[in-house]
């Protein structure tokens, strides 16, 4: 297989993409345990990209016990230099109800006892990654720019709270993440954003908001889930088409 430029990491909705032709699969053994699925190549939008499911082929992987460290290796492994989160959040901001698109540019991570860097030995030398910008700006821009091309109103920037889950969030608790400054909230934003930054992967994410925050909206946040998702992964699709239409 020759190498293909851009990973996208979603959940398993992104398998099913109208126009996706699935050109070959990938079982890809790494150091660090098996990524959550098969990574698949596939002809997307004119261009060759390669796609994971992230809570694995049958949504089976909660947010805490996906392998991050695998996945991002896997993609690496398999040539890509650009890698596209689409990541579900809750929206905090009164901006960003469910439906909305939004590219983050800053995170505040509040998981706890993930693997969360490739630099887990006391033999080499220390490493601190620069984190100052969490997400590549000009991966940022093309997202944004695809956005528009496809049509779809989208929020440059934000801050991307990432909680460990797998339970929703007190309302106090968002209240806090809301004091913090996070505008949108998510399980699956870290340790994911700086593995890819270790790996030198040029790392964006594109937050799809499919439910307000609890205690945002309506009492029932499954129930506002269901009726958003489909809405939501149709403007990914959209997105993702004119990102790879050039
Ligand atoms: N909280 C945390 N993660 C999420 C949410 C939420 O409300 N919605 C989608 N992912």
């Known amino acids: 297989m020759s190498a293909i430029d851009i990973g996208i990491i979603g959940g398993t909705g992104i398998g099913r993409l109208a126009d996706l032709q699935v050109t070959g699969r990938r079982v890809v053994a790494t150091p660090f345990g ?30 805490h016990l996906v392998n991050y460290r695998a996945n991002l290796w896997a993609l690496k492994h398999l040539g890509a230099s650009r890698v596209v989160a689409i990541s579900s959040v809750g929206g905090i901001s009164h901006d960003l109800p ?27 030398p220390v490493v601190h990654v620069d984190f100052t910008e969490p997400y590549d700006q000009s991966l940022r821009a093309d997202i944004l ?5 496809a049509g779809l109103k989208i929020k440059d920037g934000g801050v991307y709270g990432a909680t460990q889950g797998p339970r929703l969030e007190t309302p106090a608790e968002i209240e806090r993440l809301c004091r913090d400054g996070c505008h949108m909230v998510g399980m699956t934003g870290m340790p994911e954003a700086v593995l890819a930054r270790e790996l030198e992967l040029n790392y964006a994410s594109c937050a799809v908001v499919i439910n307000w925050a609890a205690g945002r909206g309506e009492r029932d946040i499954h129930g506002e889930i269901e009726r958003h998702v489909a809405d939501c992964m149709d403007k990914v699709q959209a997105l993702l088409a004119v990102l790879l239409g050039d």
Do not use: N
């Open 145 to 149: 720019r695809a956005a528009v091309g």
């Open 98 to 124: 469910p439906g909305a698109l939004a590219i983050p540019d800053q995170l505040i991570d509040y998981t706890w006892g993930r693997h969360s860097t490739f630099f887990d030995s006391v033999e080499d």
């Open 34 to 63: 098996e990524p959550s699925a098969p990574v698949l190549q596939a002809h997307l939008g004119g261009q060759e990209a390669l796609l994971l499911a992230r809570h694995g082929s049958g949504h089976t992987i909660p947010p």
